[in-house]
């Protein structure tokens, strides 16, 4: 079933996750491109998977070494990004060739991170939306619907300790993330959803314009459906339910 969180149930399990990191130096005359040069993969176990120094594809010109803590050695003898993005895709697909891999994405993993579309853009990778799990962009976790809290605050505020008090560390991020991650995703909250109520699910294209005109704002308010998908359905064990969960790529 081709982009729907049915793609996160394989053999009647929920989706592994995997939690990426990124630190980034500058490229470009100012010193302002993003520009990957170290990266880090762990799994639900807080395991590493991949952690290495990332040859940036342009002359870096900013270190940025109060935060990065890199220098030019390090970058020395760092693997060529392509490289990195092969062994990054093989983790996510779980070891499938990306051209073999089914529509629904059965066997890949979700993969989280803080702004993990930023760490995408940098790695010059793409993956699809509905596997990423974005701890800068979940409502819950948001300062507002539009302004995302740090990872710092979130940290601080949801696991009770501090991160980030200097140089900062991948490994250490992307155990706050997967962490973040696993405490919103063992939330119950299912029964907010009304899967399958076919009123919820019916939004505003069985209406002409001229009818929705003429609704009053609690008629309006009513038939209106939120994009916000709850995390604890990643946990789901009931495949007909997913069913009814639509994502797109």
Not at 32 to 58: F, G, K, M, W
Not at 73 to 96: M, T
Not at 178 to 200: I, N, P, S
């Amino acid at each position: 079933m081709s982009g729907s969180i049915m793609d996160e149930m394989h053999n009647g399990k929920a989706q592994k996750a995997v939690a990426m990191d990124c630190e980034m130096v500058g490229g470009g005359s100012d010193g302002s491109i993003d520009l990957c040069a170290r990266v880090c993969l762990v799994d639900e176990a807080e395991n590493i998977i991949l952690h290495t120094y990332v040859q940036p594809q342009i002359p870096v010109t900013n270190y940025r070494y109060e935060v990065t803590g890199l220098t030019e050695d390090h970058l020395r003898d760092a693997i060529p990004l392509n490289e990195v993005q092969d062994k990054i895709k093989k983790i996510l697909y779980n070891g499938e060739s990306v051209g073999r891999m089914p529509p629904d994405g059965v066997k890949a993993r979700l993969l989280v991170g803080h702004d993990i579309q930023h760490d995408l853009n940098c790695l010059r990778m793409k993956y699809p939306g509905f596997l990423l799990r974005d701890t800068a962009k979940y409502r819950p976790l948001m300062k507002t619907n539009l302004v995302s809290h740090s990872l710092k605050h979130l940290t601080k505020t949801y696991l009770g300790y501090n991160i980030q008090s200097g140089i900062h560390d991948p490994y250490e991020d992307c155990i706050s993330v997967m962490r973040l991650y696993k405490r919103m995703r063992g939330q119950d909250h299912r029964q907010v959803f009304r899967l399958g109520d076919e009123k919820a699910n019916s939004g505003f294209d069985s209406f002409r314009s001229m009818e929705l005109e003429k609704k009053a704002p609690d008629e309006l308010y009513e038939i209106s459906t939120s994009d916000y998908k709850c995390w604890c359905l990643d946990l789901t064990k009931i495949a007909t339910l997913a069913a009814d969960y639509p994502f797109s790529f």
